[in-house]
Every structure is written in structure tokens, then in C-alpha cells.
T-cell receptor, first 114, second 115 residues
Framework: AQSVTQLGSHVSVSEGALVLLRCNYSSSVPPYLFWYVQYPNQGLQLLLKYTTGATLVKGINGFEAEFKKSETSFHLTKPSAHMSDAAEYFC????????????FGDGTTLTVKP | DTGVSQDPRHKITKRGQNVTFRCDPI?????LYWYRQTLGQGPEFLTYFQNEAQLEKSRLLSDRFSAERPKGSFSTLEIQRTEQGDSAMYLC?????????????FGQGTRLTVV
């Protein structure tokens, strides 16, 4: 069984500030981990993923995340927020046998203040 | 490659009516997934196909729901006797399949409103 907990349903930052969105997971098998972004009434767009290998993964739009097995975490960061980053962000976990079947967290809404 | 396509994008129906949604996956993707997303929640897995075979169904998929992928290409999701609780975004996704185990690529979703 797998589960995801996203700490903080709403995060607000000022433009140019650090973005930190928190994600903890549980998985009984080696996990694949993902961060997706969703804009209103749109589907999900993949930001980045961890499958195997390097634990620090870089994604699109300047985002990165670090897989920490000991902490069962996969937090998403961006050094400097942009207004266009305002959206909903979802962390997801899959078993390594079927990467497309994911368990999602409840999401974090990111607000960027000018 | 135009990505995963879903039709319609929006559907409003009266309680008790049947509705059907269509999903066209990325060509040559063997796996196709259906998810449901209610307001304020993350997507929840409903079912998935590998080619034309439906390999897994979630407990969320009640007997009013049926999904098909008859020729291993497009898929349909039908909801019979809709209820207000069925109001949600229905997301379709596809992935290459077991030989290339990557993430699923999502469509834009179908927003269902049951009145």
C-alpha cells in the first residue's frame, strides 16, 4: 500500500522568495515519486520525477526535489518564485512496477504575492 | 503527437441520466488509466488497461461505472444512473507500457456536473 501526505494545503510566498512544498510518502515497495502542477480546469503537468539513481532531481521551470529515503520525504523547492508559479501542486507515489498508477496527495495551493 | 485527448471537456447532466466520456491516448501507448478528482482533492485511481485488457479496478469503481478499451486504442468511461456525488473531474492518462515503465501523461480532463 502507498500513501502521500502533503503538509500545508496552502502556501503563500512573495515573488522572488524561496518556494518549499513538503511531501512525505509511505510505500511497501521501492517508490517512484512525482511532482505535478495543475492550473484551473486543466490536467496535470509533470514537473519532475524520481525513479532510481541521483536523489536530487531537477525539473522544469527551475523546480527541484530531493528524495530522502530515511525521512520518506520528497520536498519540492524553487529558489525564486515567479508569479506564473501560482497553481496547485500534487505529490504522487507509484510502485516501480507500474509507474502510471499513482497515489496522489491532496495538493498544495501555491499563491505568489507581488 | 497531440497528447492525451478527452471528450467532452465539460458535461452537465441531470441526476439519473447516463453519461459516457471518451479518451484517446498518445499513439502507441499500451497503458491507459482513468482517475477521478473531486474538488480540493488529488486524483484517485479508478482503473487501468494494458492494451484491451482491464487489469485493475479500484473499489471506487462502483457497478454503475464501466470502462472499455475495445481495440486497445481509445477508451470510454460510462456512468449509469448518475448521482450528485459523481460530480468531479475525470482524468485519463496513458503510458508506454511495461517495457518502458515511465509516468503517465494526463489529458485535460472531463468536468462532470450532475444537477
Amino acid at each position: 500500500a502507498q500513501s502521500v501526505t502533503q503538509l500545508g494545503s496552502h502556501v503563500s510566498v512573495s515573488e522572488g522568495a524561496l518556494v518549499l512544498l513538503r511531501c512525505n510518502y509511505s510505500s511497501s515497495v521501492p517508490p517512484y515519486l512525482f511532482w505535478y502542477v495543475q492550473y484551473p480546469n486543466q490536467g496535470l503537468q509533470l514537473l519532475l520525477k524520481y525513479t532510481t539513481g541521483a536523489t536530487l532531481v531537477k525539473g522544469i521551470n527551475g523546480f527541484e526535489a530531493e528524495f530522502k529515503k530515511s525521512e520518506t520525504s520528497f520536498h519540492l523547492t524553487k529558489p525564486s518564485a515567479h508569479m506564473s508559479d501560482a497553481a496547485e501542486y500534487f505529490c504522487a507515489v507509484s510502485a516501480n512496477t507500474n509507474a502510471g498508477k499513482s497515489t496522489f496527495g491532496d495538493g498544495t495551493t501555491l499563491t505568489v504575492k507581488p | 503527437d497531440t497528447g492525451v485527448s478527452q471528450d467532452p471537456r465539460h458535461k452537465i447532466t441531470k441526476r439519473g441520466q447516463n453519461v459516457t466520456f471518451r479518451c484517446d491516448p498518445i499513439s502507441e501507448h499500451n497503458r491507459l488509466y482513468w482517475y477521478r478528482q473531486t474538488l480540493g482533492q488529488g486524483p484517485e485511481f479508478l482503473t487501468y488497461f494494458q492494451n484491451e485488457a482491464q487489469l485493475e479496478k479500484s473499489r471506487l469503481l462502483s457497478d454503475r461505472f464501466s470502462a472499455e478499451r475495445p481495440k486497445g486504442s481509445f477508451s470510454t468511461l460510462e456512468i449509469q444512473r448518475t448521482e450528485q456525488g459523481d460530480s468531479a473531474m475525470y482524468l485519463c492518462a496513458s503510458s508506454p507500457g511495461p517495457s518502458l515503465n515511465t509516468e503517465a501523461f494526463f489529458g485535460q480532463g472531463t468536468r462532470l456536473t450532475v444537477v
